[in-house]
């Protein structure tokens, strides 16, 4: 089937994927009186009294903003911020589909950090969350801390955070295939943009120690001059052994590859040079850093990939719709470490111990049952860790 061409038919038919339905009838005058003035004019009072009751009173509390400034629009690159409501206005079905949470795209038509972070903070009080989309690195990294220091709602990129909790529980239940433990395998990433850093990061936080972030130039290693300042930090908690060279180097006797980056750029023999029970996951769309089939020929014991007609479909769709779910369910402030790594666990927990297998490591997205068991852990390490806020 050929998705491109009949996915545009289908967008000339639908002339968008949302649409805005009342929930309320006005087809009399005490219904018109009801909704609109004079009497919506009393929940005006009570919200100025009380800014809380904007959540209970309004849409609010289940509404998510999804923004993009169009820069980084899946592997389209710099398309602008028109041409990305497409991909904006899927997320938002997503998130209702998967998640009952309602979302509306904004697309800003500028690539300037400063106007994106004042316009979103200036719109924050219409929405329950955030969801920052497609928006380049390095500036993503700016726009989201900023962002998240000054908004009183989570605010959450989900190409870093989405991409690093799905790759997280897949990691911790394919580790368990190979019988070896995350804070003694030797972990390479290669693509050293937004998803490969987030990635790093959480997988740090998940237990590991020994990881490795290749970019296009080479290793990210302490005193490379090519290296922006994001990757220069984390030259400081990676790569212990200081390595330098190219990826082939990286891969040479590790336990885990995770592509984010470009299609065919591994080898049958830089798998084959990994260390015995190695896991791949080479996520690069539409074309992978080598095919499943390869790496499973090359001796690769486990492997995922950003396919939905393979086995071990790494796809945020487990992540965002539950994340936000339940951090809208309990009214949190922000979307912090405690929730991503609970997330990460909801997701692992659904392939029981008597399902797990190399070809089984992960739910599909279609699993139901996932979309609720992340929603719950989440509003737990909420309250657990004080950012609820009923």
Not at 146 to 153: M, V, W
Not at 170 to 182: G, T
Request: proline share 4%; charged share 20%; aromatic share 4%.
């Amino acid at each position: 089937m050929d998705y491109g061409k009949l996915s545009l038919e289908k967008h000339y038919e639908w002339k968008g994927k949302l649409d805005i339905v009342p929930k309320v009838k006005v087809e009399t005058k005490n219904d018109l009186s009801l909704a609109y003035t004079p009497g919506v004019a009393t929940p005006c009072l009570v919200i100025q009294k009380d800014i809380t009751q904007s959540y209970t009173l309004t849409g609010r509390g289940n509404l998510v903003a999804v923004i993009t400034d169009g820069t980084a629009v899946l592997g389209l690159g710099d398309i602008g911020p028109e041409a990305g409501m497409p991909v904006m206005e899927g997320k938002c079905v997503l998130l209702k589909t998967f998640g009952g949470v309602d979302a509306i795209p904004l697309c800003i038509r500028s690539k300037d950090p400063e106007v994106i972070i004042q316009t979103v903070a200036l719109l924050a009080g219409n929405f329950g969350g955030i969801n920052l989309e497609d928006i380049s690195a390095p500036r993503c990294f700016e726009i989201e801390t900023r962002l998240k220091a000054i908004c009183d709602i989570p605010v959450f990129h989900d190409d870093q955070h989405g991409t690093a909790i799905v790759v997280g529980a897949a990691l911790l239940n394919a580790l368990q295939v190979v019988h070896k433990k995350i804070a003694s395998v030797r972990i390479v990433i290669n693509g050293a943009g937004a998803a490969g850093i987030s990635i790093a990061r959480f997988l740090k936080d998940l237990g590991a120690e020994n990881i490795i972030l290749v970019d296009r130039f080479g290793i990210v290693c302490e005193g490379e001059t090519w290296m922006n300042p994001v990757q220069a930090e984390m030259a400081k908690i990676t790569n212990r052994n200081h390595l330098h060279g190219l990826l082939a180097t990286a891969m040479k006797d590790s336990d885990v590859f995770i592509g984010v980056s470009v299609g065919k750029i591994v080898s049958e023999a830089m798998i084959g040079s990994m260390a015995k029970g190695s896991i791949v996951f080479p996520l690069a769309n539409p074309t992978p850093e080598i095919s499943r089939e390869e790496a499973l020929h090359a001796g690769a014991a486990v492997v995922g990939t950003g396919s939905s007609d393979q086995p071990n479909q790494i796809n945020n769709l487990l992540v965002f719709p539950g994340i936000f779910r339940g951090a809208l369910d309990v009214r949190a402030s922000d979307i912090n470490h405690a929730m991503m790594i609970a997330a990460a666990y909801g997701i692992a927990s659904i392939v029981t111990k008597e399902e797990l297998k190399a070809e089984y490591i992960l739910p599909a997205p279609f699993d139901r049952r996932v979309h609720a068991a992340v929603a719950s852990k989440v509003a737990q390490a909420a309250r657990d860790s004080g950012v609820a806020r009923i």
